[in-house]
């Protein structure tokens, strides 16, 4: 059974940084894409970023307030994915989900329904 646990939400002041960290088992992702997605409050899931363990495939969300040039995802190993998150803002404020496809489609999906396995959700809190 694949599980994915999340790790590293809280409480920061806004420019703050927190780096979240998601470990997967059950499974081997080393080819599959593994990302971050988040959902503020009355708000829809969104995607943030994902990549490909050792392949240099890398997207991040490409929105109004986008975390480009803030958040930096990375892959330590094929089963995990942190995401660094740099001068956080208020909105920001979300639940943070890790989420692992299991076979790759020859493009880094955006989208939450080409996941196919998530983890819990972790908090993160920006305040001002």
């Known amino acids: 059974q694949v599980q994915l646990v999340e790790s590293g939400g809280g409480l920061v002041q806004a420019g703050g940084s927190l780096k979240l960290s998601c470990a997967a088992s059950g499974s081997t992702f080393t080819n599959y894409p593994m990302g971050w997605f988040r959902q503020a409050p009355g708000k829809e899931r969104e995607f943030v970023a994902a990549t490909i363990w050792n392949s240099g495939l890398t997207y991040y969300a490409d929105y109004t307030n986008s975390v480009k040039g803030r958040f930096t995802i990375s892959r330590d190993n094929a089963n995990t994915v942190s995401l660094q998150m740099n001068s956080l803002k208020p909105e920001d404020t979300a639940v943070y989900y890790c989420?692992?496809?299991?076979?790759?489609?020859?493009?880094?999906?955006?989208?939450?329904?080409?996941?196919?396995?998530w983890g819990q959700g972790t908090q993160v809190t920006v305040s001002s």
């Open positions: 989420a692992a496809e299991d076979g790759y489609r020859g493009h880094v999906s955006r989208s939450q329904s080409d996941y196919n396995y």
